[in-house]
């Protein structure tokens, strides 16, 4: 009965969450944004290639110049109808286009003008498709835990996606608001996998901690250095969301560290607070100091791998620009006082400092909580 009871608390919790989280969406996304681009008559439809006019590809087998193509609307204004269009050769834009292949079409239409080319190749299905199949795998080899990991998985993106993004282009700070999405992705997370209790409590604080340590870490970095937000590779773009909406893109920079290293703190927070936790059920009479030694021992084993995990993931966004800094042969001055080299080991490094440094906080947190109904202080 008394399970039955905690069951139904459960639910209760996780439904009153559930709206919460609904109507703050709704709330959030009331937003009017400034038209930055004017895009009317302009939409992007789906087709089906059904005839190649004219093909641009060379006897080398490269293709240049475009493709006049053949393209059955599937969807839009114009659907059901076959239309002329050409693709281009680029690599951003366009695509190698057989008979059969489903397309996206960039179709402006002006009374009875319609003009159109193909976008891309139609990944739709393709993208959303291998969401799917990781989430059944997530779910088929995790079971229970992995049906709510997948329920955790999915939170955080619509958090990133319909809380995130509208706070920071109504202005708010970035880096503050991506404090509030790891501490709420990360408490809603750790609920899922292991309910309301002191474990989970670890490991939401534990987690916390890490990820403010590494902005704090990327802030001093910044101080030093003077590497800022400013100095990222898109920030002509960036800039014109400054001008006209007021959006903060300086601290963009910061804020996507932040979100980029909570995935790896939380595993190790989680880890941690579970070892310590199974320890103690199997040792009630263990002391405080044997428990905060033999958690150091678990974080000591997992610091190394993650950090080399986010080190790793960090370095290899940045392979293009490291072959071309490899190929022109560039001096080690203009390399490591590079902006773009300079973001890169911040934010590998700030991250794995929040890495290891979660480990004595996750640890102190839970030997303290653990232990806390006990007479014996150590």
């Known amino acids: ?212 340590i590494a902005g704090v870490t990327a802030t001093i970095f910044s101080r030093m250095s003077g590497i800022t937000g400013w100095n990222v590779s898109d920030i002509e773009s960036l800039m014109t969301l400054y001008q006209t909406d007021g959006i903060q893109v300086g601290g963009l920079l910061f804020s996507g560290l932040l979100i980029s290293a909570l995935g790896a703190v939380m595993d190790v927070a989680m880890s941690i607070s579970s070892a310590m936790q199974e320890l103690c059920d199997q040792r009630p009479d263990i002391t405080r100091l044997e428990l905060m030694k033999a958690g150091m021992r678990v974080g000591r084993d997992m610091m190394g791998t993650d950090s080399n995990t986010l080190i790793l993931a960090f370095a290899g966004t940045s392979l293009s620009m490291l072959v071309l800094d490899y190929a022109y042969d560039l001096p080690f001055l203009q390399i490591i006082n590079s902006n773009n080299i300079g973001i890169a080991v911040m934010q590998g490094l700030s991250g794995s400092f929040g890495i290891v440094l979660s480990v004595p906080a996750t640890v102190l947190l839970a030997a303290w909580i653990y232990t806390w109904e006990r007479p014996d202080p150590v």
């Open 1 to 212: 009965m008394q399970q039955i009871n905690r069951r139904s608390i459960r639910y209760i919790i996780t439904a009153v969450i559930a709206v919460i989280f609904v109507m703050l969406v709704v709330r959030l996304n009331d937003v009017t944004k400034t038209q930055l681009v004017n895009r009317t008559g302009q939409t992007f439809e789906t087709g089906v290639v059904v005839e190649i006019l004219q093909d641009n590809i060379q006897e080398d087998g490269a293709r240049v110049g475009q493709q006049t193509v053949v393209v059955e609307m599937t969807s839009g204004e114009k659907k059901g109808q076959n239309l002329v269009t050409t693709s281009s050769a680029g690599y951003l834009f366009g695509a190698a286009c057989t008979v059969g292949m489903r397309v996206i079409v960039l179709q402006s239409v002006a009374g009875d003008t319609v003009v159109t080319s193909i976008y891309s190749m139609d990944r739709t299905a393709v993208v959303l498709g291998f969401a799917v199949l990781y989430i059944l795998a997530l779910c088929l080899v995790g079971g229970k835990q992995g049906v709510k990991g997948a329920m955790g998985l999915i939170f955080t993106f619509a958090s990133i996606l319909f809380i995130y993004l509208p706070l920071v282009y109504l202005g708010y700070s970035p880096f503050w608001v991506s404090v509030l999405i790891c501490a709420l992705t990360t408490a809603v997370t750790m609920y899922f996998i292991g309910g309301a209790t002191r474990k989970t409590l670890c490991a939401t604080a534990g987690t916390l901690a890490g990820v403010i």
